[in-house]
């Protein structure tokens, strides 16, 4: 079993920018590819990015350019910077990670979750 937890949410300005982390731990050399999703009230859980093992990236379009995401592999941390955030950023942030080598945007197929971490951008 692999567990996630985030940080690194909280509340920031328009235009400002945010740093999320997710460290992963147990079962960990089963994870090849780790991501980010998010669901703002009302609304479904969406794709944001992901990262696979050989460091190639995935971004929804909505974030591309302003969002950026990371990971240390040796430390077993996915990270995401947010810049120029906006209103409409705000929402939950979900870790997520998955068995298999190749990013997707399908929730479905992401093996684990983290708990979730509140980001809000005031206008």
């Known amino acids: 079993q692999v567990q996630l937890v985030e940080s690194g949410g909280g509340l920031v300005q328009a235009g400002g920018s945010l740093s999320l982390s997710c460290a992963a731990s147990?079962?960990?050399?089963?994870?090849?590819?780790m991501g980010w999703y998010r669901q703002a009230p009302g609304k479904q859980r969406e794709f944001v990015a992901a990262i696979a093992r050989d460091y190639s990236t995935d971004y929804a379009d909505s974030v591309k350019g302003r969002f950026t995401i990371s990971r240390d592999s040796a430390r077993n941390t996915v990270s995401l910077q947010m810049n120029s955030l906006k209103p409409e950023d705000t929402a939950v942030y979900y870790c997520?990670?998955?068995?298999?080598?190749?990013?997707?945007?399908?929730?479905?197929?992401?093996?684990?979750w983290g708990q979730g971490t509140q980001v809000t951008v005031s206008s």
């Open positions: 147990g079962s960990i050399s089963s994870i090849n590819t």
């Open positions: 997520a990670a998955r068995r298999s080598s190749i990013t997707t945007r399908i929730m479905l197929w992401w093996n684990y």
